[in-house]
């Protein structure tokens, strides 16, 4: 992979399907992965130096790639190393306080939890049905497979696509206790 007298730079990311764990490196301007994610664009993610497994044998990779590409549809979420790796993100209304929700989040895939930041009052219809971005950061994220609670993965932000979420929760900072 050739960077030089390029804007792009990569950054390593861990991309999560129903099936599968991918791990590589995506090439990003200064709008970051959420600039890739949700570029209208292009409907696939172009990923270099690929390493794939599948979720029900994590620890063993089933493939290497120099180039793979996914369909971001068909993404689950995204993780990065560093949350400046998902780039300058648009936080809505100038007046409003950006807020910090501890949120529990389900897939039919994945259990993941986190924080999610969100203008004033936290409002999951509009977090779940509005705006023109499929992908929500999270962070402080733990993500497990809910078939392979072996497969966790731990990141300060995460991009989780939210056409694929059934569940949020608002939890409590406290364990709660057993009945």
Do not use: C
């Not at 072996?150 to 694929?164: D, G, M, Q, T, W």
């Amino acid at each position: 992979m050739n960077y030089s007298g390029s804007s792009n730079h990569p950054i390593t990311v861990e991309i999560l399907t129903a099936s599968y764990r991918i791990l590589g490196k995506v090439l990003v301007t200064r709008t970051g992965l959420i600039g890739v994610m949700t570029d209208t664009n292009s409907s696939i993610v172009d990923i270099h130096e690929a390493q794939m497994a599948r979720l029900h044998i994590p620890n063993k990779l089933t493939n290497r790639f120099q180039a793979a590409q996914v369909v971001k549809s068909q993404v689950v979420a995204v993780s990065v190393q560093r949350r400046d790796d998902l780039g300058p993100l648009v936080t809505g209304a100038y007046n409003n306080p950006v807020n910090q929700f501890t949120v529990h989040l389900i897939t039919s895939d994945y259990e993941m939890d986190g924080v999610i930041e969100w203008n004033g009052r936290f409002d999951m219809a509009a977090l779940m049905g509005q705006g023109y971005r499929d992908f929500i950061p999270l962070y402080h994220a733990v993500i497990s497979a809910v078939l392979n609670p072996a497969v966790k993965i731990e990141s300060p932000a995460v991009l989780v696509n939210r056409r694929f979420i059934d569940l949020v929760a608002l939890t409590v900072e406290h364990k709660l206790e057993q009945i």
